[in-house]
């Protein structure tokens, strides 16, 4: 049954939030805090993560198994670490199959954890109900420095460390923010996004934040909204799967293998243009993927269709040379 596994939105099904910040904004502290939250609430926590930072230097910025000890600790909870290696793609993916896999085994929470690092926001935005952003109290410099695309992504932004001597900067913040969003247009038309001041070490507005998620899900679940999103979102992981396996098809294929290194060379001298060569390859790579199959006819080469059986065959595998 493809509702379920694909994320319907029926009642009393799960919740998917995704948290992003900085380093050292304070993420797993926060998560710490609201997780205990949310599980003394009587709700189960998948904590699922996307560091892109392992992908570049080996090492990673989230996910190693020391952070959030309370939280491993606990049954209700379970933490994983962002899955290594591949592209961003890849890895968003795989986190994505993750928690359909988390929510079938009955985790009603799910928080899918980033650092802000290249398009790694946009990619937990893609497959979350709400997205919440982590910020360092401390308004002017920071908010200029601030990327407005992913403010643009937030449903509600959380100024942290809202204690002890950076209480007022906190709340300066907050204020900038609030302000800041008006200028923006809301990603839902339901929802304007909401700033709130926390303190994940002190445990302040956790239960306030956890309210706010509540009206969030009643505000957007009640016309629709919610189900829309989950819905695109669903279409975009479709998308994705399909382009990610095509390309594994073509990387595979032994036509493309045999003749990329010629073509790379063409176009990297100037003698091809990119999108000339890119066509010519694929035109190879769908002659041999025919001639695989009952009918060995292909598309031709010249010809931009995707062809077929009966197509001209002038273009046998190795056959579209320059
Ligand atoms: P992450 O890198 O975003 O996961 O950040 P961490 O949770 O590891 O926190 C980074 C540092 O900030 C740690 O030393 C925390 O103790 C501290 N921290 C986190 N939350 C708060 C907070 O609410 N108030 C204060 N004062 N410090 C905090």
Redesign the pocket.
């Known amino acids: 049954m493809l509702a379920p596994a694909h994320g319907g939105v029926q009642g009393g099904s799960s919740i998917r939030l995704g948290i992003s910040?900085?380093?050292?904004?304070?993420?797993?502290?926060?998560i710490e805090a609201l997780g205990s939250h949310i599980i003394a609430a009587g709700h189960r926590l998948a904590v699922l993560a996307i560091d892109p930072s392992s992908r570049r230097s080996g090492g990673s910025?989230?996910g190693d198994k020391t952070?959030m000890e309370t939280l491993a600790r606990n049954e209700a909870a379970f933490i994983r670490p962002s899955p290594t290696g591949g592209t961003l793609g890849g890895v968003a993916r795989r986190t994505r199959e993750t928690m359909l896999l988390c929510e079938a085994a009955g985790f009603d929470v799910v928080i899918v954890e980033t650092?802000g690092i290249g398009q790694s926001e946009t990619a937990v935005a893609d497959m979350v109900d709400m997205f919440v952003l982590?910020m360092l109290p401390g308004g002017g410099d920071e908010l200029q420095g601030i990327k407005k695309g992913v403010v643009e992504l937030a449903d509600l932004i959380l100024v942290?460390?809202?204690?002890?001597e950076?209480a007022a900067a906190a709340e300066r913040a907050v204020a900038d923010y609030r302000s800041a969003l008006r200028l923006l247009r809301p990603a839902l038309s339901q929802w304007r996004p909401e700033v709130l001041a926390?303190?994940?070490?002190?445990g302040?507005n956790i239960d306030k934040m956890w309210q706010v998620i509540g009206r969030f899900r009643h505000t957007v679940e009640a016309d629709g909204a919610l189900a829309e999103r989950r819905a695109e979102q669903a279409r975009a992981a479709l998308w994705a799967e399909i382009s990610a396996g095509l390309l594994e098809q073509l990387r595979l294929s032994p036509v493309l293998r045999a003749r990329l290194p010629e073509i790379e060379d063409e176009v990297m001298a100037g003698r091809a243009a990119p999108a000339v060569a890119a066509r010519r390859l694929l035109e190879a790579f769908l002659a041999g993927t025919a001639s695989a199959g009952p009918d060995a006819s292909g598309p031709g080469a010249g010809g931009p269709s995707a062809g077929g059986p009966g197509a001209a065959s002038g273009a046998a595998p190795g056959g579209a040379r320059p």
């Open positions: 910040g900085v380093p050292g904004v304070g993420k797993s502290t926060f910025i989230l952070r650092v982590l942290n460390k809202a204690d002890g950076f926390v303190s994940a070490l002190a302040t």
